[in-house]
């Protein structure tokens, strides 16, 4: 392979580090191969976690709302 260009085959990115491009890089970096593809599941919608919210889940298991709330008080209230 060019010096400019990453080692892995069929990569033609530029070189981050390690003669790696970034994208291989990171995942050298993560899971100690450069070449491993993890791909995230489709998760089931779930329902705000706090009381009495019906409202979906976007985040840690609360809806936008009250992952903001829990984000500024840092506790959560039953109260909504």
């Known amino acids: 392979m060019n010096s400019n260009t990453c080692d892995i085959n069929d990569c033609t990115k530029p ?3 390690k003669g790696l491009c970034s994208m291989h890089h ?4 993560r899971h ?4 491993t593809v993890k791909t995230r599941g489709a998760k089931e919608p779930s329902v705000c976690g706090w009381a009495n ?3 979906m889940a ?5 809806c936008t ?16």
């Open 53 to 55: 919210c019906t409202r």
């Open 32 to 35: 100690g191969n450069p070449q």
């Open 65 to 80: 709302k009250h992952y903001y709330i829990n984000r500024i008080n840092g506790q959560q209230s039953t109260l909504t």
């Open 58 to 62: 976007v985040s840690k298991g609360w």
């Open 26 to 29: 990171q995942r050298m970096r």
């Open 15 to 17: 070189v981050k580090a």
